[in-house]
Every structure is written in structure tokens, then in C-alpha cells.
T-cell receptor, first 114, second 112 residues
């Protein structure tokens, strides 16, 4: 039973380029969450999605960041025109959407902006 | 405004001792509480979940919740060097979002 799969594990971009981070939830999970962890900082919530719906995007920066979870395929976190401050570890978590909704984390994508 | 607070540590204990990790939260209507372990450069791994007041034990780990005091703790008995990691307290926010609000974590070192 595969866990939460994220790719790529490491991503290097130059300032101004686009970054696309992918997340496939655990089998049977329909809820996806994205978190960001800046160096020496805690995990911060970004966005919560269900299939084809954004449920809560209160943690997403207002510009350059977007997320989707299409009917088919993985969830995508997209960062346009990256800046050095976007360098961080981006973690995806998934849950089954039941009561006592436990979130399981993927290995993360470490984004480095040069 | 911080919502989940943890002692940043580092907390250092000898092998075989009890490690005590503490967490307070500000949102009184929070219902679900979690402890995750994160090794350096790795992803968070769920250790314990607790939903009602009192103690919950799982092997060497015991989570304690006191909603009146807005306090949750994690005890690690017979600490091992492999327990050395950062421990993250997470609280599930109200309002139907199900997002987790994390503390900054407590770094634990278990010395052989």
C-alpha cells in the first residue's frame, strides 16, 4: 500500500521560472493538504483540496501560488516566477476524510531557487 | 499571534530516561491533537493522536490532553538514541477546514 507520493524530491529553479510540485495521495484518500516548511521554521498550512475543489486556501500567498486536484491525476502546487524566498520544503499530506481525520505526509519536495 | 506553542529546546536526556514534551494551544474549540516526529531532512511521521481528556498510551509513548488548560504533552519512556528528532505538536483547527496548525517543534537529543 503505497504512501503519499511526491515528486520531484528535489527541484532547482532560477529566479523567475515556474515550479510544479506533484502529490499523489494514499490509496483511498480523497483529501489533500499542502504545507510549507521554511528553514528553521515550523510547518505552515497552505491549501486543502478535495477532488476538483479547493476547500481552504487561507494559507496560500495571494500571488504566484496556485493549487489544483483534478478528477484524474495528482494534485499540483504551482509557483510562478519563483523568488529566493520560495526556497523551502513543500510537504503534501492526505487523509481519508473521515472522523478523526489523520493526515499522512509525503517525503516532500525541496525547492531551491538560485 | 501564535496558536500552538512548544518549547524549542533543545531537550537533552540520557538513554533510558523519560523525555517530556509540552505544547499549549490557544483555540479553545480545537478537537484533535497530534504528535509528529521529524528527523532532520525528513518528513513528519505520526506518533500519536489524542481526542479526549486524559492519557493515551502506545508502547513507550504516552500522550496527555487537558482541554481545560489547553495543554497537550508527550512522554517518551525508556528513551533511545533513535528517538533523537524534532517533535511537532499539531492541532486541528475549527471551522471545517481540517487544516493542522503546528508548533515550531521541540528538538530532542537522547544521549547514549
Amino acid at each position: 500500500n503505497a504512501g503519499v507520493m511526491q515528486n520531484p524530491r528535489h527541484l532547482v529553479r532560477r529566479r523567475g521560472q515556474e515550479a510544479r510540485l506533484r502529490c499523489s495521495p494514499m490509496k483511498g484518500h480523497s483529501h489533500v493538504y499542502w504545507y510549507r516548511q521554511l528553514p528553521e521554521e515550523g510547518l505552515k498550512f497552505m491549501v486543502y483540496l478535495q477532488k476538483e475543489n479547493i476547500i481552504d486556501e487561507s494559507g496560500m500567498p495571494k500571488e504566484r501560488f496556485s493549487a489544483e486536484f483534478p478528477k484524474e491525476g495528482p494534485s499540483i502546487l504551482r509557483i510562478q516566477q519563483v523568488v529566493r524566498g520560495d526556497s523551502a520544503a513543500y510537504f503534501c499530506a492526505s487523509s481519508p476524510g473521515l472522523a478523526k481525520n489523520i493526515q499522512y505526509f509525503g517525503a516532500g519536495t525541496r525547492l531551491s531557487v538560485l | 499571534q501564535k496558536e500552538v506553542e512548544q518549547n524549542s529546546g533543545p531537550l537533552s536526556v540520557p538513554e533510558g530516561a523519560i523525555a517530556s514534551l509540552n505544547c499549549t494551544y490557544s483555540d479553545r474549540v480545537s478537537q484533535s491533537f497530534f504528535w509528529y516526529r521529524q528527523y532532520s531532512g525528513k518528513s513528519p511521521e505520526l506518533i500519536m493522536s489524542i481526542y479526549s481528556n486524559g492519557d493515551k498510551e502506545d508502547g513507550r509513548f504516552t500522550a496527555q490532553l487537558n482541554k481545560a488548560s489547553q495543554y497537550v504533552s508527550l512522554l517518551i519512556r525508556d528513551s533511545q538514541p533513535s528517538d533523537s528528532a524534532t517533535y511537532l505538536c499539531a492541532v486541528q483547527a475549527q471551522g471545517g477546514s481540517e487544516k493542522l496548525v503546528f508548533g515550531k517543534g521541540t528538538k530532542l537529543t537522547v544521549n547514549p
